[in-house]
């Protein structure tokens, strides 16, 4: 497809090359305007989400924040005890389940040890699911929530950064041992000030 070059319509342009530019101009100016103004939409929807959840973040993390030093310590370490509590009953129920399967491994035939070492390690399995459950639904937003004023409120040397993805997803009960841990040093290193 060739179009003709009319001197009339560009008269400034005498040459093919001007006459080229020109139009490719034209014709990119409306991609161009589609572009800004989806960028400007995309800003403004981002700029009204982050007004939207701002107020939802603070009031979460405010919780904790007018509460002193002490407070906050306490409340940390009661839910410390709490996770502890957790962490040992699921030691317990791991520590009956394999003496059973160890008295009950010794007197079966071998063909049949397979399946009871199957059956020993789902409920082991379940025991453990049901202790991450638990400290999911009654201690992780709370944990996570005064590990992160604790973090605040100390000095920068003492501040971890390394955990704050184990809070709100453990996968076993090792972790709910770490965070107790990891909670029970930060508020044992918060000045009583």
Known sequence: MTTSLDVRQFPEAKN???????????????????????????????GGLAALTSP???SESTKHSKLSNKELKSRALTVVKAVRK??????DKDR??????DAEYLATRTTERKSLRDQWHKKVEDAQ???VRDYRQNYASDAALLREELQR????GLQR??????????ENVLTLELIADDLELLAKSLPET
């Open 161 to 170: 950064r390394d955990l704050p993805k184990l809070y709100s997803k453990p």
């Open 16 to 46: 093919a090359a001007a006459i080229f530019r020109r139009r490719r101009l034209r014709s990119c100016w409306p991609i161009r305007f589609v572009n800004r103004r989806k960028i400007i939409f995309f800003l403004v929807l981002l």
């Open 153 to 156: 409120r100390l000095p920068k």
């Open 86 to 91: 957790l962490v040992y009953s699921y030691n």
């Open 56 to 58: 939802v973040l603070a």
């Open 96 to 101: 009956d389940l394999t003496s059973d399967f």
């Open 129 to 131: 699911a049901s202790s």
